[in-house]
């Protein structure tokens, strides 16, 4: 039997409760992580055409815009960085581990029903409904499985959403939370009608100049600590807007951080005057997820974190540093 046929049947009793809040209720707003990704981006699409399927009026709000490199999904067009007028009754959360991680204050002013559904381990269980499993590779797994408990015929465009998804949260299926179970379930998508090299190119192959011109910067920023057991990148988040790239044109970079032979943990830094960000990698000796989680706001996976810390480059990187080196 497929391990995701399983885990619907396990599951059986929460997605009744979820066909439940579906069915008793009319509007929803969908809402994910800020700094927008490929499963937040990919889970939000697919659940929006569940939802809209059913005729509820439905929207997709988040702090962060689209990132352009995401803007062949069908219905892209849709992502909204203004803060629509509630209320609404039901907000769904994907992919966030916590609501401070949706950079937009108040969700409870939108609507008293929160579903949350997430694979993060350190989730905080906020939700009047929540969908948690650490195990998924990626939260549009987790959605994938619930279309498979229904036996949804959807369309091609799902399947894409679907297979964006878990495809980036899984580095194109280079990462550890690859197996055979995510394989299968890429498989089951593409017979649905997503296009793998299609996918891909869009995804990683199609940076515009002045994203490849900041991506140099982050490049020339290269360097090692520890020995070489630590690398780190920089990014100051003017020089965005200086080169005329976007945000999303630095994603992936993270994952650069970790490809020297000798390194366990990478970071890439993104800063401005008041407060610094990281985006913590490791080959897997390291919980970097575990020193996210000491700083207020920060968690993720073992191997793929993020925090950030209210203080300048200046003095937050000597502090994040000196929390890698107790971990080595």
Known sequence: MNAWVTFSKKFKMIWSELDSIVQANTSFIIS????????????????????????????????????????????????????????????????????????????????????????????????????VRPDAAATGQILFDYFTYKKLQYPPHVAESLYAAVMTDTGAFRFSNTNGEILRLAAALCDRGANPSAIYGKVYDSFSSNGLLLQSKIWASLAFYNNGAVCSMEMPYDLIKDLGATYGDSEGMADMTVKGANVEVGMLIKYNEKETHFSLRSKGRVDVGRIAQSIPGGGGHSSAAGCTMVAPLSEAKPKMLALIEKEL
Not at 75 to 88: H, I, Q
Request: hydrophobic fraction near 35%; include cysteine; charge should be negative.
């Open 32 to 131: 994910s992580h800020s700094g927008l990704d490929g499963d937040s981006i990919g889970s939000q699409l697919s659940l929006y055409w569940y939802l809209t399927s059913l005729d509820k009026r439905v929207v997709i709000y988040n702090r962060d815009a689209l990132p352009h490199k995401f803007a062949f999904l069908t219905n892209s067009g849709v992502f909204s960085c203004e803060r629509p007028r509630g209320p609404f009754d039901v907000i769904v959360v994907l992919d966030c581990s916590n609501p401070s991680r949706l950079g937009w204050d108040k969700p409870s002013d939108m609507s008293n029903t929160i579903v949350n559904i997430d694979h993060h381990r350190d989730n905080a269980r906020f939700g009047v409904l929540d969908i």
